[in-house]
């Protein structure tokens, strides 16, 4: 049984994502709060797996807010779920260690195959955080231009991982064979001095090379 914890500002949405979650017989929502005090109270006298929340519950500074949550439980997985579409926050809190960044228009079905992936330790961000010029996801060229010695392509192709788009698909995006794309791909985590796909996805959005 995995054990969940609910914290969000609106007690309606959370009357609401207890029922999406009650459609798993293997999760149990162990408690839920509004405010951060009641937060704290709830997560110093229940242990869950995972914390789903808006950091608007908090109050105050969303960095903060999650330092201390991270510092305090640092076993427990995170997953922010919010209608906050800025993402002045975000590049932050996933180098602080959250596992997940959805938006609250994601679809019950959505969220819940998101929550799985994130107990099974992958993580999970939302797509609508990287500026794709259409919902096919065509490159956007308005990618900023850092000291990262990345060459155009690789930036391209960088961006295309952090849509999570594979090998094989970017290749065919980009009229280059799969090989090709796995070089791109080692070459940039060679020159950013990461050491896997998440590595990448958490420089790009901390140093500001995608929108």
């Not at 903060?64 to 991270?70: D, P, V």
């Not at 975000?90 to 079905?109: C, E, P």
């Not at 990345?150 to 698909?169: H, K």
Request: with cysteine; net charge positive.
């Amino acid at each position: 049984m995995r054990t969940l914890c609910l914290a969000d500002s609106h007690r309606l949405f959370i009357d609401g994502l207890k029922e999406i979650l009650r459609q798993r017989k293997d999760w149990q929502v162990l408690g839920s709060a509004v405010t951060r005090l009641e937060l704290n109270t709830l997560l110093r006298h229940k242990s869950p797996d995972m914390l789903i929340v808006d950091y608007l519950v908090s109050g105050q500074n969303p960095v903060e807010f999650i330092a201390s949550i991270r510092s305090l439980y640092p076993d427990m997985r995170i997953l922010v779920l919010t209608s906050d579409q800025g993402t002045k926050f975000f590049g932050r809190m996933l180098a602080l260690g959250i596992h997940g960044y959805l938006m609250k228009n994601v679809t019950s079905q959505e969220l819940l195959r998101s929550i799985t992936k994130i107990l099974e330790g992958e993580l999970e961000i939302t797509t609508q955080l990287f500026n794709f010029s259409d919902e096919t996801g065509v490159y956007n060229p308005k990618l900023r231009q850092q000291n990262h010695n990345l060459t155009a392509r690789e930036l391209q192709v960088l961006q295309y991982i952090a849509q999570e788009f594979s090998n094989q698909e970017i290749g065919k995006l980009l009229h280059l064979s799969t090989g090709t794309i796995d070089t791109h791909r080692k070459n940039i985590i060679s020159k950013l001095g990461v050491k896997n796909t998440v590595g990448l996805i958490k420089y790009a959005i901390y140093n500001n090379l995608i929108d």
